[in-house]
C-alpha cells in the first residue's frame, strides 16, 4: 500500500471529519494509493456508513484527472451485479472529487488467504465462478475492469458461507471509449503479478484481460501466496511455488488463462471458471 508521504501530500487522515457535498462525514482510512485515498463515511441523510472514494488533487493536471476520475465513476455507476460491490454516486467539490459506493464489512481475498494459505478446490471453484459471473455481466455492458486481484475482492459473509464482492472499478473503461481519454497512451494500469500483458505494455485492454488476472487469482488462491515472480511474463503457474499438488489438468487450465497472446485464452471469465471447475474436480 503506497503513503501520503511518498506522493508529497498531507496525511489522508488530516482529512478526518471532513463533510464532503454536506453529506458525507469522513471517519476512518480504508485504503490509500497514489490515485486516491478511501474512507468510511457516515451519511447525515440515512444514517449509514458507505465507502466513500476521495481523488487525491493532482496539481497543475487536476482538472483532467478530475474529469477522468468522474467519467470512470459514472461508468461504473452502470455496474449492478450480487458479486459487485456498487457505486452509488459521484461528487465534486472546490478541493475534491469523490464518488460514493457501498461500504461491505468483511476482509479482502488478499488477508483471507494471507492468514490461511491455500484454499480447498470447492471454495476456489465457488470464488473463481462468482468472480466470473460478475465479469461477464460487466463485460456484457462493455467494459472491462482492468485491476481484478485479491486486494480488490471483499469476503461477505452470507447464508453461513462467504460470498465474493468485487470493487475499485476505478479503472474501469468501456471498450467503445477511446482509450486516451482514460489512461495516458503507452502507459500501464493493473497491478503487477496481475496485469495482462497486453495492460503492461500501455496498449487498451478488452475483456480477455480481465480473464488473464481471473486465472492469476485462481492460481493465487492454490498456491497461498502471490507469484514469486510478479514482474516476470509470459506469467506461468509454477512461478506461484506448489504448497499442494495438483493436476497437469489444473495446469492446463490456468495457462490458457494465462496466455500471453489474448486469443489462446478462453472466451469468457465464465468459459475460464468452467475449465477450471472441470479440472479441479477431476483433481479431487
Known sequence: MEHAAEHGRAPATDRLGLLLGGTYRLERVLGEGGMATVYRALSLVDGRAYAVKVLEPRGEDDQLARRRFTREATNAMRIAHPYAVRTLSVGEGQQFAWLVMEYVEGETLQSFVEANGCCEPATIVAWVRQLASVLDHVHALGIVHRDVKPANVMLQAAEGARRV???????????????????????????????????RSGLAPDHRADVFSLAAVAAYLLAGRLPVAAWALPLRPEMFGRRRRWSEAVDLALSEGLAVDP??????????????????????
Open 263 to 284: 486469443t489462446h485464452r478462453p472466451a469468457s471469465a465464465g468459459a475460464f471458471a468452467r475449465r477450471l471447475g472441470e479440472a479441479l474436480g477431476r483433481s479431487a
Open 165 to 199: 464482492r468485487l470493487l475499485d472499478f476505478g479503472l474501469a473503461r468501456d471498450f467503445g471509449l477511446d482509450s486516451q481519454a482514460i489512461t495516458m497512451q503507452g502507459t500501464a494500469s493493473g497491478t503487477p503479478g496481475f496485469i495482462a500483458p497486453e495492460q
